[in-house]
């Protein structure tokens, strides 16, 4: 009963004093890291309150395809993919008014008559 008893003892001083540990961290970075990433921040912002285009939803290859013919019709935009499971997105532009991107979808609803303008959720 004695020596579990200090075993114990000798724990619980043991575990008290040993658990926290202390140190110092210094981070060297360059200077201009700082006003990077505030000029990411900036240029994210901007993008949320665009308007893009979307031109075909579906599978990969089909995706592709969409693709290579928006680009070889529309030489304007440059159309980009997007993947949401389970689905390939084309969506192209990054029009600032509503009214721009009207103007846009009109002249492709011509070839992509399933082509809708949205605001993505970023």
Not at 56 to 78: I, L, P, T
Not at 87 to 96: Q, S, T
Not at 107 to 119: G, M, T, V
């Amino acid at each position: 009963m004695k020596t579990t008893a200090t075993l114990t003892l000798c724990l619980l001083f043991t575990t008290f004093y040993s658990s926290a540990q202390e140190g110092q961290v210094t981070i060297n970075q360059d200077k201009n890291i700082a006003s990077l990433l505030e000029l990411k921040k900036n240029m994210n912002n901007e993008d949320v309150d665009r308007y893009k285009i979307q031109i075909y939803n579906g599978n990969r290859k089909g995706a592709y395809e969409a693709k290579s013919e928006f680009s070889s019709v529309f030489s304007d935009w440059s159309p980009s993919i997007h993947f949401e499971q389970p689905n390939f997105k084309i969506w192209v532009g990054n029009f600032r008014t509503r009214l721009e991107a009207d103007r846009a979808l009109k002249r492709i609803k011509k070839e992509f008559s399933s082509a809708f303008i949205f605001k993505p959720k970023r």
